[in-house]
């Protein structure tokens, strides 16, 4: 089987990709569904295309689209029903949708960010009643506040690396 299933998907945005199947030939009577199986269920039917399917939807049709890993099946069925093929097409990571999202921090970019503002006496009270490992910041010793510190600043250098914001202290200088 060949598709052209892209990886990744941004929610909110309009989803096309193709597929051909040899034994499954628009020709000899099929009908094909592709289900996106995450966070939430979603079926888009495919549409004839010479020897292949297309899959197509718009936003609207992708609406409540959660973000997550989406595995996609595709069923093919034949003879109103009476034969019926699953094939798994692959997996799906869909993305969130940019225009919905408030506060595009990560977890541990945000509670370093309370971590030390409570450290320096400067937490706001949303930032105190954060909670992690189940208890709010507020709740913490300065002993652990100061542990739960180097584990989220960690965190968020390995962050900043894998998004090629550097974070590493090293400088190369060649005379």
């Given at each position: ?6 990886r ?23 009908e ?23 899959f ?57 960010e ?62």
């Amino acid at each position: 089987m060949e598709s052209t299933l892209p990886r990744q998907h941004t929610a909110g945005d309009s989803l096309s990709w193709r597929v051909e199947h040899p034994g499954y030939q628009p020709s000899d009577g099929w009908e094909v569904i592709a289900y996106l199986i995450g966070p939430v269920v979603k079926s888009l039917p495919g549409e004839a295309d010479g020897e292949g399917w297309v899959f197509s939807a718009k936003p609207s049709d992708l609406e409540n689209l959660e973000p997550g890993p989406y595995r996609v099946r595709i069923t093919w069925t034949k003879d109103n029903g009476d034969t019926r093929d699953t094939i798994e097409d692959g997996t799906l990571k869909v993305l969130a949708d940019p225009t919905q999202i408030t506060d595009g921090r990560s977890h541990a970019r945000r509670a370093l960010e309370a971590i030390e503002a409570t450290l320096e006496g400067k937490a706001t009270s949303g930032m105190l009643d954060m909670r992690m490992n189940d208890r709010q910041v507020r709740s913490f010793s300065v002993e652990e506040l100061l542990k739960l510190r180097d584990r989220y600043r960690a965190e968020v250098a390995a962050e900043d690396r894998a998004a090629g914001l550097g974070g590493g202290n090293r400088l190369t200088v060649r005379l």
